[in-house]
């Protein structure tokens, strides 16, 4: 008994003894931990601060969307198509023989009516509307629906088709309203919310990011900018509102990408959508609501965006910037000194990184005003200033100057890299057909090999106007200027019905 006493006691202690340095062990580490390593004793606050920001965003976004989404509202619109209009479209309707397939020999076509769907942002408390002009167009009638189930009569103030952007007036005062945001300030990856009617599911709300700015479209409005969202868009949703996760607008939903094709109104999400940024609807909505219309500042010359092939070519030391490929004569532009071949790397000290970035600067300035333009030429650098004229409307004079490449023997020119295209004079029976001034003076690119190193720079019907910016008149200007360059990247301008542009040609 005395020694199962002595060993239980014995137990006891070394229990005790190893709890003690146990004890002391967790007590050091935590110390050591805290010293060295702070990251362990936090980690039990972070887990909680975490869970409390994602509990507070999940919870942002319905106070976010419910504050926002009386602002949205419903436009139905009526277009009634006129008879005449219906025999001018279909010239069946003008024959006896036809018109009997639809109703009879002696049927007349009737009006008829169309309805549409979209949405619409409140901008004013006193009832202005901003929407997307492809909304609105040729519509004789516009029914608009707010969230609380009040329906008014809309009139158009004004539109912009080169932006797709409308101006819509209801008799109405106190409204919900979305501010502004600077839609230049987005970045790609924020959280972004679509807000609309599509397929007449109204005030739907969509949830996505950002996914891209600056987007251009082969079709569509004349001027783009757009913001590309993954927000579920669709028919219905063009003119809706594009929010941040404050709750401001940073865009205007205006088309989505389906098949390879832009839609204004058709087709399903594949969660590529567009929109306008705030910053040009809002641009656009003030000139509206002051004038009725849109004038914009405007230069008078072809753009293209530079590669850093072009770049080497004209002595810009990075692919930044944009490349007068054509000056239009007696425009702003011609008369401030700008030629064919410059380079502008900024307007008024703020950088050029493309065509594009000048384009939307110089409209965003107001016709009369004065704009300097950083311009490299010829390897140096100059300043021009150009006083702005009036843009066009409807003319895009951003279109590159490069035509498609169409695929097509040898031209004897001696330069391996155009072997493989054949070219003719350019006559004044060839330009009216090609769609070139008559003046135009050149060769015309008859055909190209698809093997040819050329083939990815010019194609069939192209006529190439100068070779390293040396005039061509004749084929025999044309083979000697490119036996010239014998080994080298040749820069050849080229015009087309498009305008006139730059390309270059690498040798293989």
């Known amino acids: ?36 390593r702070p990251e362990t004793v936090v980690a039990h606050a972070d887990v909680n601060s975490s869970s409390q920001r994602l509990t507070q965003l999940s919870n942002s976004f319905a106070d976010v969307i419910e504050k926002a989404s009386p602002a949205v509202v419903t436009i139905s619109s009526t277009r009634v198509i006129k008879a005449s209009e219906q025999q001018q479209n279909n010239p069946f309707m003008s024959d006896p023989f036809f018109r009997q397939f639809f109703g009879g020999p002696n049927a007349r076509p009737r009006d008829q009516r169309e309805e549409g769907l979209g949405s619409g942002i409140i901008v004013s408390p006193s009832g202005f509307i901003l929407t997307n002009n492809h ?21 158009v103030v004004g539109t912009d088709p080169q932006t797709d952007v409308a101006v819509v007036k209801i008799d109405a005062q106190n409204l919900p309203t979305l501010p502004f945001a600077n839609s230049d300030a987005a970045r790609v990856g924020d959280l972004c919310f679509a807000i609309g009617n599509p397929f007449r599911q109204y005030h739907t709300v969509t949830m996505g990011i950002v996914s891209a700015k600056g987007r251009h479209l082969e079709s569509g ?50 969660g590529i959508g567009f929109a306008v940024p705030s910053n040009l609807a809002k641009s656009v909505m003030e000139q509206i609501e002051k004038t009725g219309k849109v004038s914009r500042g405007y230069i008078g010359v072809s753009l293209q ?19 007068v490929a054509d000056v239009t004569p007696n425009s702003p532009g011609a008369k401030a000194g700008l030629k064919q071949g410059d380079v502008i790397t900024a307007i008024d000290g703020k950088k050029v990184e493309s065509s594009d970035d000048l384009t939307m600067d110089v409209i965003s300035h107001v016709p009369g005003s004065t704009v300097t333009l950083d311009v490299t030429r010829n390897d140096q650098p100059t300043t021009v200033k150009v006083t702005l004229g009036t843009r066009p409307g409807g003319v895009d004079w951003n279109k590159p100057g490069n035509s498609g490449n169409e695929p097509g023997g040898d031209n004897g020119s001696g330069n391996a890299a155009m072997r493989g295209i054949t070219v003719e004079n350019l006559t004044p029976d ?15 690119v008859d055909s190209v090999d698809a093997a040819s190193p050329a083939a990815d720079a010019v194609g069939r019907g192209m006529v190439i106007t100068a070779v390293d910016r040396k005039p061509v008149n004749n084929v025999e200007d044309f083979k000697r200027l490119m036996s010239q360059a014998e080994g080298k990247s040749v820069l050849l301008t080229v015009a087309s019905s498009n305008g006139t542009g730059f390309t270059v040609v690498q040798p293989k």
């Open 305 to 323: 965006t530079l590669t850093p092939e072009l770049a080497q070519h004209f002595g810009v030391k990075s692919a930044k910037g944009a490349l």
């Open 1 to 36: 008994m005395p020694n199962v006493i002595q060993f239980r006691r014995s137990t006891a202690i070394l229990t005790l003894v190893a709890a003690s340095i146990g004890g002391g062990l967790i007590a050091a580490f935590a110390v050591a931990s805290h010293a060295g």
């Open 221 to 270: 409005t004349y001027i783009q900018n757009f913001i590309q969202t993954d927000a579920a868009i669709n028919p219905g949703n063009s003119g809706g509102a594009l929010i941040n996760a404050t709750g401001q607008l940073i865009g205007m939903n205006t088309m989505i990408l389906t098949g390879g094709s832009s839609f204004g109104g058709e087709g399903g999400n594949i």
């Open 430 to 444: 060839l330009a009216q057909q090609i769609g070139v001034p008559a003046a135009t003076h050149g060769v015309v």
């Open 135 to 155: 909304v609105v167009e040729k519509a004789t009638s516009l029914k608009i629906g707010l969230s609380d189930g009040r329906d008014f009569t809309g009139k």
